[in-house]
């Protein structure tokens, strides 16, 4: 699992869906549907209709790969930072139950509203 307490996670760029769909559809349950994927240099964040799904490539070939699930219902709050005029970037936090805070910037143009209102749909 990711160290979500001493990580802050470099900056995601958004990237095509397909990019993580072939690796994450036997993890998914019925009806689930990716709703906007990331990336950094090797690790993946993907937002679907139900959940939050990281991507931790580890070793140094990164044949082995650590994926977490992060359910939208144990979302106890949340809070976005939008991109501004000369800071570019967004930001995302989610607080789980149980786990803590969870921090995640993202490169310009990521579409932050949209996951927001999937993740409203869940934790409200």
Known sequence: ???FENA???KLKQVDNSTYEDRL???FAPGEEIVASFRTVRD???F???RVITINVQGLTGKKTDYSSLPYKKVQAFSIETSGVFDL???LELWFSSLGRIRFEFTAG???A???????QYAL
């Open 110 to 112: 990521a579409d932050v």
């Open 1 to 3: 699992m990711i160290d």
């Open 48 to 50: 679907t209709n139900k």
């Open 8 to 10: 802050d996670f470099l």
């Open 25 to 27: 559809m036997p993890l």
């Open 114 to 120: 949209r996951i927001c209102s999937v993740i409203s």
């Open 89 to 91: 970037d967004s930001e």
């Open 44 to 46: 993946g964040v993907v």
